[in-house]
């Protein structure tokens, strides 16, 4: 098999293309990539696993191997989520990591995502020198000098967050929250720090489960329904959730409605350039709501739209271009923190903005609207026959004057094709990476016309 790395690296089925062997080849792939990069890089790498089934098994395997090459390893001494892996390659000064992780992918997936030293997801420049490696089958040579040494990150990621996140307007303003980590590696992390400081949480889904309840660790709105309920009966402040790997987030208001992503990026942008005073610009996916850009439009602060995948934001926060990047599919970060997603610090900023406005979300959210409009956002997924599938990319590079009676004003090629018509509609279609697949995104000011916007998308594509 060929072993492709994606937005988010390698990702496949436990004990069918995902085993022990292909775990070796893509190993010494990176020790490989690590080895040309010595100079710049050193030789230390840290490697971490989430709560999957078999995760710390593939971790030693891939320990064992990076320390014969020649690495200090620092192994991670139990689940760790993505976002204090970033951390610790940061204060370690490592030369990258390896995290064994499918963050929300179902439970038979399992994963490799490599980090470089920077702590941002690996650029597709570098995952392609990987795959080269991997189709070559290049072993480099054994080394002495190599060790293992377990390691705990999580008092450092969680005092991090602590001069970053302002936990004493959240406790003073004696806020209760309940916390779902989808069995996942937030768990010990988000209520952690919250208990840690006198914060009343309660956590639901508090011991790790491989099958995650047999479904995809994913806080989208159709998974927190326990959650909404212990927020419903319990009348607390906030329900907050991660994904499998701590990288992603989910809200629900006191009010059990179930804040989105878009909806939580337009308002923390607008929450920290309040809060912080911070005049640079904000980021996000071209898949992502353009309520973002009104409410830049109104604080006079410029709009970085990047392809999907959250390395291309992390730049833009290395470079300290942005206050804020964020992706609809509930990736983010914020200026002066990692270049990666992490959904535990989403999930304080928004206890924070509640804590510090003293209105709910669903209330700053209607100010915002007041303000600067409101749009509605939304995704489908087609998939493609083989007839539909071989015509694909031509169909994709035609250039329509009109879609469904909608005069097209622009076309963005960024990533995949996204038609622009007025009054900041749009209709992305987007080709999967990894199944016969196209994602159409859409957007309007109208809940009716959305769905319109979305069928008129599938019907271009499928026509």
């Keep these: 098999m060929k072993i492709r790395?994606?937005?988010s690296g390698w990702r496949s089925i436990i004990a069918?293309?995902?085993?022990?062997?292909?775990?070796?080849c893509v190993t010494n792939a990176i020790s490989s990539y690590l080895k040309r990069q010595d100079e710049k890089t050193g030789r230390?790498?840290?490697i971490g696993h989430d709560t999957r089934f078999m995760g710390e098994k593939f971790a030693a395997v891939a320990a064992d191997i990076a320390s014969r090459k020649g690495f200090s390893v620092f192994l991670c001494t139990h689940p760790v989520p993505t976002p204090t892996i970033s951390h610790a390659i940061q204060s370690l000064q490592a030369a990258g990591a390896i995290n064994f992780t499918a963050s929300h992918n179902p439970p038979e997936y399992q994963g490799i995502k490599f980090s470089t030293a920077d702590g941002a997801p690996a650029l597709?420049?570098?995952?392609?020198q990987i795959e080269k490696a991997i189709e070559a089958k290049d072993e480099p040579e054994d080394e002495s000098g190599g060790n293992i040494i377990e390691h705990d990150p999580k008092a450092a990621y969680l005092d991090d967050l602590r001069s970053k996140v302002d936990?004493?307007?959240i406790k003073d303003s004696k806020a209760r929250y309940a916390y779902d980590p989808l069995w996942g590696t937030g768990r010990g992390y988000l209520d952690k720090i919250l208990r840690d400081d006198g914060i009343e949480v309660e956590?639901?889904?508090?011991?790790?489960?491989?099958?995650?309840?047999?479904?995809s660790p994913e806080?989208?709105?159709d998974h927190v329904d326990e959650l909404r309920e212990a927020v419903a009966s319990k009348g607390l402040t906030l329900g907050l959730a991660t994904d499998g790997d701590g990288d992603r987030f989910g809200v629900i208001d006191s009010n059990g409605e179930f804040i989105t992503p878009n909806q939580l990026i337009a308002v923390l942008t607008d929450y920290l350039a309040d809060s912080r005073g911070w005049k640079l610009g904000v980021a996000r996916s071209v898949a992502t709501s353009h309520l973002v850009d009104r409410v830049a439009k109104e604080r006079d602060i410029e709009v970085f739209e990047t392809p999907v995948g959250f390395k291309y934001i992390g730049e833009l926060i290395n470079e300290d271009k942005i206050i804020l990047g964020g992706e609809e599919s509930a990736g983010l970060s914020i200026r002066g923190h990692y270049p990666e997603k992490d959904g535990i610090i989403a999930c304080l900023l928004a206890a924070e903005a509640v804590a510090v406005r003293k209105k709910s979300l669903t209330e700053q959210l209607e100010d915002l609207y007041q303000r600067?409009?409101?749009?509605?956002?939304g995704r489908i997924g087609v998939k493609l026959d083989d007839a539909v599938a071989a015509k694909l990319k031509e169909k994709l590079a035609e250039e329509p004057d009109h879609i469904a009676g909608r005069k097209v004003q622009k076309i963005n090629r960024l990533d995949g094709v996204k038609f622009l018509f007025a009054d900041d509609a749009w209709i992305l279609m987007r080709p999967s990476g990894t199944e016969p697949m196209v994602r159409i995104y859409a957007e309007s000011e109208h809940k009716e016309d959305l769905a319109e916007l979305l069928e008129a998308g599938r019907r271009y594509l499928l026509g």
């Design 5 to 7: 790395f994606g937005t």
């Design 16 to 24: 069918d293309d995902f085993t022990f062997e292909n775990v070796r």
């Design 44 to 46: 230390s790498l840290i």
């Design 124 to 128: 597709p420049e570098v995952t392609q």
């Design 167 to 169: 936990l004493e307007a």
């Design 203 to 215: 956590t639901i889904h508090d011991w790790r489960d491989v099958t995650f309840g047999g479904r």
């Design 219 to 221: 806080p989208g709105e």
């Design 372 to 377: 600067v409009g409101k749009l509605e956002s």
